[in-house]
């Protein structure tokens, strides 16, 4: 798919505010720094789009993103990010829970890991309760750059294992890397066939 036009359109905390319209969106969820604003950046060919940051946190509203006209991609703020207070987290969660609740466009969610760490428990209950409710989701395997080939090759193969201990089939994944575009192409082409469904 090729990308005509990228447009950031808002921010908000609150989910009721978020656009009107049933345009399908694209939202991208996992843990503070894994590379969720980056990776909007490199799917879109747009250096700033989305805000990047070397600490988590950056990103702290849900951020929607016009592409194309007619369909969006959905920045979210991390989860996971220590440093931050218990009631920053209740809001958080409050906030991702609606999100998800109330956002009849989503289309489907991608949710981050990097790929050089070992499953890590908020990721996999975060898919179990994305499962559990029904919302529909892929893996992205981020960071792809920092390994070797057959690194990352051993490294989902792990994961799968620890997925399949509780899934019956391996979740629809992806290996991308923002820093050398890898997997752009796949993850564009999957959200174009879910378009034109
Ligand atoms: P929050 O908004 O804080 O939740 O973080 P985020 O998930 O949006 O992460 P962000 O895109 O801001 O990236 C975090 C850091 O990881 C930045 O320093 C990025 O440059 C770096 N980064 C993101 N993607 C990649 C990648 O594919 N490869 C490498 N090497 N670094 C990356
Ligand atoms: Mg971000």
């Known amino acids: 798919m ?8 808002m921010s908000n905390s609150d989910v009721t505010k978020c656009p009107k319209g049933l ?3 694209y939202a991208f969820i996992g843990r503070s720094n894994v590379g969720k604003s980056s990776l909007i950046n490199m799917l879109t060919s747009r250096k700033s789009l989305a805000k990047t ?3 988590p946190g950056k990103t702290q509203l849900i951020n929607h993103f016009l592409i194309n006209k007619n369909w969006h991609l959905v920045d979210l703020p991390g989860y996971g990010y220590a440093r931050v207070s218990k009631n920053a987290k209740k809001t958080f969660q409050k906030f991702i829970t609606q999100y998800f609740g109330l956002r009849e466009q989503l ?3 991608f949710v981050l ?5 070992d499953p890590q428990p908020i990721d996999l209950e975060f898919m179990q309760w994305l499962g559990e409710n029904g919302i529909p989701f892929s893996i992205i395997f981020t960071k792809a750059d920092k390994l ?4 990352i090759l051993r490294d989902v193969e792990a994961y799968k294992n620890v997925l399949l201990e509780t899934w019956e089939t391996m979740p629809n994944y992806f290996i991308t890397s923002s820093s050398n575009e890898t997997g752009k192409d796949e993850v564009l082409n999957y959200i174009d066939e879910l378009n034109d469904n």
Do not use: W
Request: net charge positive; charged share 25%.
């Open 2 to 9: 090729h990308i005509k036009s990228a447009e950031f359109v």
């Open 23 to 25: 345009l399908p969106e």
């Open 53 to 55: 940051s070397g600490r």
């Open 107 to 109: 289309v489907t969610a």
């Open 113 to 117: 890991v990097d790929i050089r760490h």
């Open 148 to 151: 070797k080939p057959n690194a």
